[in-house]
Each structure stands twice: as C-alpha cells, then as structure tokens.
C-alpha cells in the first residue's frame, strides 16, 4: 500500500516532490508556521514470515537521503492472537525491541523531501532478527480507557489523511498525534471507540494529529515515545493548554491554542456522536482486545520439547535475550542444569501451530520465568 511514492529504476521515492501546501492547526498534523513546506508519501511493504518468534529487529534500508529530505522506517509484526502490534519507528542499523514477540513482520517506509522539491531515493530495505528482549506486553494488544479527552472536528474535506485516505464529506475515523496507531488506508488494525453524552461510535485511525506526530499518550511512559514525564492517557497539547508544559508549545514550537487529543472526522463527530461543538469525549483504544501478551525471556539457548521431560523430542528452541509468547506452567520432569535445579516447564505457543515446553532453568525471574497461570 502506498501514498504518494512510486517506483523508479533506482528505487522507491516521490511520487510528486512538489510541496502541496500545508494544512491548517490545530486539526491534523502541519509543519511550524516559519518552516518550509515538503512533500510527504509512505510505501507499506507485504508482510514476511519470519519463521520464527522475533522479539526485536535492526532495519538496514539502503538509500540515498540529500540534505533537507528524510527518510523513516516503521516496524510491526503479528503477535501470538494474530493481531498487530503497534508501529514503532527504528533508527538505522539500531536494534528495535518490538512491542511484544512477532511472527510476522512489516515496514513502512516514510518519505520527506525537501522544500525545493528534492527527494530521497529508497533502494532497499532488510529486516533482521535481533538478541534482545520484546519491548513488553504493553498496550500495543490491550485495550486502555476510557479517558477524558479534548475532541476537535478534523473538517478538511478534499485533502489527504497521513494513511493516503481523501476526506470525504461524513467520513467516519479520527487522527491520534502520533502514527504508532495509525491504520492503512480503509483499514481498521487501529481503532477507538468514542463516547459522548450517551452516544457511542468505534471509528479508525486514519490520520496523524492534533498538534502533535509523536505523542502516543495511550502507551505507559515507559514506551511512551515522547514527553515520557507526562501521565499515561495525558495528552501532552492538554499539559500544555492547560498546565504550561513544555511552555505552552507543541513539538513544533507552535502556542498550543486547545487541549485537543483527538481529532474527529465530520461524520464521526455529526453523525456518530450528535457533537455540534469542540467538546471533551471519552475514548477507549484498541476496544475488544482481550489484554497483552504473557512473555518469557531467555537468558540461554534451550530446546523446546512436545511435552514437560527431556525424553520428548525437539520441536523448537529459545535463544539467549529473546522474548517469547508464553502461556502456562506445568510440573514435569526435575532438571539440573547450569548449576539450577527446577521441575517447572513452560508451555509456548509455536510459529508452525501447536505448543512445546521449556524449562523454567532457561528463563530469567523466578521458576517459571514470571508466567503465574499453572497449566489445567
């Protein structure tokens, strides 16, 4: 899926480098009054298979990036329910630690070019497994809310949402300041469901803003991506309309003139929620999601077994500093190895189907490698 890119005998760049004139604050996402107008287009490759449980990544894209242009690579993979995690957005050759153990694995590549009309040329991208713990079992599969928020009517009908999406007249989704939640374009991966004064509607993230691209409010501020001193379900234009923050500004510098979290669509806001003002809504994201994963990690290689002993066969392994998908624990057969004794096995789900055990000797924490549910 792409917006605005296209391919080249070099590689992916612009489709258009033009700059299309920038929208207006405070609805969706705009550059600093005073900074140069650039083109933006994202490109979404098909997901991979990765073959295994992948717990971090390293992004090596090879591409040519003039000055005043900008080139980003956004990862995410499908957990052990199937379901996305969030996006998050890598630095080139720097492990990434995901959300939470994947077994398949996507990019999205983020052009910006420069104000003269310059782009960057992207030639290709390799995705690789990484030794390091997933990020944690955050709320990148768990529903979070409901919370108060600040909700502005987006408008702008005609122009085009940060997913490639042309606002149509009564369009139904919202913007969120930060493209970690944002969803393909027609796609509901990320979604929201919205409250006011007894009308509900569940809608898409099909766009980036208010005020804000790299405010994921949502997440704890352990993974929070920015303003990490500011409460869980705080946004950071509300800290600032309302306490002063970062001196009144948003990441742009700009006076932040409302305490706007989300933004609405028209028919989102007309139609859904009966809204005929600019008014504080409440929001639940990821709505359904039945909680985070439960995750081990190892802190050695270790085989993966058909059932609970050593006699069982081999049906997987763990790697040293790799998270895994965990489901229960079971008594099975007494081991002693690297100097630990232990009878707790932990049941894994598999890449291929099916589910394997590990002892808890392989796992750091306590005896079970933190997995409080006992196998029935």
């Known amino acids: 899926m792409q917006h605005n890119t296209r391919r080249t005998s070099r590689g992916l760049t612009l489709a258009d480098p033009q700059p299309q004139g920038d929208r207006n604050p405070p609805t969706a996402a705009t550059l600093a009054p005073g900074q140069p107008d650039t083109a933006r287009g994202s490109y979404t490759a098909p997901?991979?298979?990765?073959g295994r449980w992948v717990s971090a990544v390293v992004a090596k894209p090879d591409a040519s990036v003039p000055a005043g242009t900008r080139v980003e690579v956004d990862v995410r993979g499908r957990g052990v329910d199937g379901g996305w995690t969030e996006w998050r957005t890598t630095k080139p050759d720097s492990i990434l630690s995901l959300p939470e153990p994947v077994s398949k694995l996507q990019a999205r590549v983020m052009l910006t070019g420069a104000a003269d009309g310059t782009a960057p040329v992207v030639s290709g991208l390799e995705l690789q497994s990484a030794a390091a713990p997933a990020e944690s079992a955050t709320a990148a599969a768990t529903a979070y809310g409901p919370v108060r928020l600040f909700a502005t009517r987006e408008g702008l009908v005609g122009q085009t949402t940060a997913n490639g999406h042309v606002i149509k007249s009564r369009d139904h989704f919202v913007a969120l300041p930060s493209r970690r939640m944002l969803a393909s374009n027609g796609g509901n991966e990320y979604r929201v469901k919205v409250c006011y004064k007894g009308r509900c509607e569940t809608a898409p993230v099909w766009d980036v803003g208010p005020w804000n691209t790299r405010d994921d409010y949502w997440n704890?501020?352990?993974?929070?991506?920015?303003?990490?001193?500011?409460?869980?379900?705080?946004?950071?234009?509300?800290?600032?309309y309302q306490n002063g923050y970062n001196n009144g500004k948003d990441e742009f510098g700009r006076t932040v003139a409302n305490p706007a979290g989300i933004d609405l669509a028209d028919g989102t806001f007309w139609d859904g929620l009966a809204m005929t003002n600019n008014d504080w809504v409440d929001v639940t994201f990821n709505p359904g999601?039945?909680?985070?994963?439960?995750?081990?990690?190892?802190?050695?290689?270790?085989?993966?077994?058909?059932?609970?002993?050593?006699?069982?066969?081999?049906?997987?392994?763990?790697?040293?500093?790799?998270t895994y998908p965990a489901v229960c624990w079971t008594v099975g057969e007494t081991v002693t190895a690297e100097g630990i004794t232990n009878d707790k096995w932990v049941k894994l789900p598999l890449v291929a189907g099916g589910y394997g055990y590990v002892s808890g000797i392989y796992l750091t924490g306590d005896q079970t490698g933190g997995v409080t549910t006992r196998c029935t």
Do not use: M
């Open 47 to 50: 997901e991979v298979d990765a």
């Open 289 to 322: 999601s039945s909680g985070g994963t439960v995750t081990v990690t190892a802190w050695a290689q270790a085989n993966v077994r058909s059932c609970a002993t050593t006699t069982c066969a081999v049906v997987s392994q763990v790697y040293a500093n790799q």
């Open 220 to 240: 704890p501020s352990s993974v929070r991506e920015t303003f990490r001193d500011l409460p869980q379900g705080r946004p950071e234009a509300q800290a600032a």
